[in-house]
């Protein structure tokens, strides 16, 4: 089983910054992606930014230019820097990881979220 654990939400001003960061455990043979989505209440969940970790980095058009991704394989951790955040960054970010495990082969699995909020 693999578990996906989050840390680094909060809550800050517009313009401010936050980081995010989420470590992957369990049994982990390959980590083939590890991204970032949000979803606020009532709205589908959204991708946010992804990582294979070899350099590949994508983003959605309402985060380029202001958020990074990057991931330490050895440390099986991926990372959110997030700047210049806007009161519509508001949402629970969460971390998700695409693992292949001998046993099972490629699977999604979910971290629990963590809440970043954003005032005006």
């Known amino acids: 089983q693999v578990q996906l654990r989050e840390s680094g939400g909060g809550m800050v001003q517009a313009g401010g910054s936050l980081s995010l960061s989420c470590v992957a455990s369990?049994?982990?043979?390959?980590?083939?992606?590890m991204a970032w989505y949000r979803q606020v209440p009532g709205k589908q969940r959204e991708l946010v930014a992804t990582t294979t970790g070899r350099g590949s980095r994508n983003y959605s058009d309402s985060v380029k230019g202001r958020f990074a991704i990057s991931m330490d394989n050895a440390e099986k951790t991926v990372f959110l820097q997030m700047n210049s955040l806007k009161p519509e960054d508001t949402a629970v970010y969460y971390c998700?990881?695409?693992?292949?495990?001998?046993?099972?082969?490629?699977?999604?699995?979910w971290g629990q979220g963590t809440q970043v909020t954003v005032s005006a």
């Open positions: 369990g049994t982990i043979n390959v980590i083939n992606t």
């Open positions: 998700n990881a695409n693992v292949y495990t001998y046993t099972l082969g490629s699977q999604y699995y």
